[in-house]
C-alpha cells in the first residue's frame, strides 16, 4: 500500500550546520506530502507542502522539493538554528476521497551550540 | 497559536475506566480529526468527521472508542474501558475542507495516562 519513509529516530546537528532531513514516498499515483513539526509541548504545526503552483515550497528558511523521478521530498535548511530542534514529520494525503492525513515516524532534530 | 482547543491537557485513569477528552475545532472547520501519539511519538489515524458524520475510523476506534462531532458542541473521544496501551497523546486536528491540499490544525492534545 502507499507509504511513506522518513528519516528515522534522533538527528543531532551543530548550530550552523546544514539540515536534510529524508522522505521517500511509495504510492500508485503521487500523493500530497507535507512537512509537520511539533515542539515540545505545543501543535504540530504545517511547515511545508508539496503543491505550490511550480514554486519551491519554503517556510521558515526551509524547502523541499517534490521529485517524482525518485519519489522524494526531502526537507533542507541550510543553516540549522537553536530552535529548529523539534520533532518533524514527513505526510501523505493519498488522492483518493474522505481526505486523511498520514504521519511518517518522524525524526526527532537536536540543534546544540 | 493553536486554535484548535482540547480539554482537559492531562487524563489520568484507571484500567476499565471510562476516559473522556473534548475538543472544539477552529471556527468554521468542519472536518475534525482525532490521532493517537504513542510513546515514540508516532502518529495513529483515529477518526475524521465531516460535520457531524463519520468519514473514516480505524477498527480499534470501532470496538472501544466512541467519539461524536454534535453540532454547536464540543466534539468528544470516549474509551469506554481503559487499557495501559491506551496511555497516549490524543490530538484533534480540524480543516476548512476535506480536500486533499487543504491545511490541517491541531491542538496542543490531551496526554491520557492509564494507571
Known amino acids: 500500500g502507499d507509504s511513506v519513509t522518513q528519516t528515522e529516530g534522533l538527528v543531532t546537528l551543530t548550530e550552523g550546520l546544514p539540515v536534510m532531513l529524508n522522505c521517500t514516498y511509495q504510492s500508485t499515483y503521487s500523493p500530497f506530502l507535507f512537512w509537520y513539526v511539533q515542539h515540545l509541548n505545543e501543535a504540530p504545526k504545517l511547515l511545508l507542502k508539496?503543491?505550490?503552483?511550480?514554486k519551491r515550497p519554503e517556510h521558515q528558511g526551509f524547502h523541499a522539493t517534490l521529485h517524482k523521478s525518485s519519489s522524494s521530498f526531502h526537507l533542507q535548511k541550510s543553516s540549522a538554528q537553536l530552535s529548529d530542534s523539534a520533532l518533524y514529520y514527513c505526510?501523505?494525503?493519498?488522492?483518493?476521497?474522505?481526505?486523511?492525513?498520514?504521519f511518517g515516524k518522524g525524526t526527532l532534530l537536536t540543534v546544540t551550540p | 497559536n493553536s486554535k484548535v482547543i482540547q480539554t482537559p491537557r492531562y487524563l489520568v485513569k484507571g484500567q476499565g475506566q471510562k476516559a473522556k477528552m473534548r475538543c472544539i475545532p477552529e471556527?468554521?472547520?468542519?472536518?475534525v480529526f482525532w490521532y493517537q501519539q504513542n510513546k515514540n511519538n508516532e502518529f495513529k489515524f483515529l477518526i475524521n468527521?465531516?460535520?457531524?458524520?463519520?468519514?473514516?475510523q480505524i477498527d480499534m476506534t470501532e470496538k472501544r472508542f466512541s467519539a461524536e462531532c454534535p453540532s454547536n458542541s464540543p466534539c468528544s473521544l470516549e474509551i469506554q474501558s481503559s487499557e495501559a496501551g491506551d496511555s497516549a497523546l490524543y490530538l484533534c486536528a480540524s480543516s476548512l475542507s476535506g480536500g486533499a491540499n487543504t491545511e490541517v490544525f491541531f491542538g496542543k492534545g490531551t496526554r491520557l495516562t492509564v494507571v
Open positions: 505526510a501523505w494525503v493519498s488522492g483518493g476521497s474522505n481526505y486523511k492525513l498520514t
Open positions: 468527521f465531516q460535520n457531524q458524520e463519520v468519514l473514516q
Open positions: 471556527k468554521g472547520h468542519p472536518v
Open positions: 508539496s503543491f505550490t503552483d511550480n
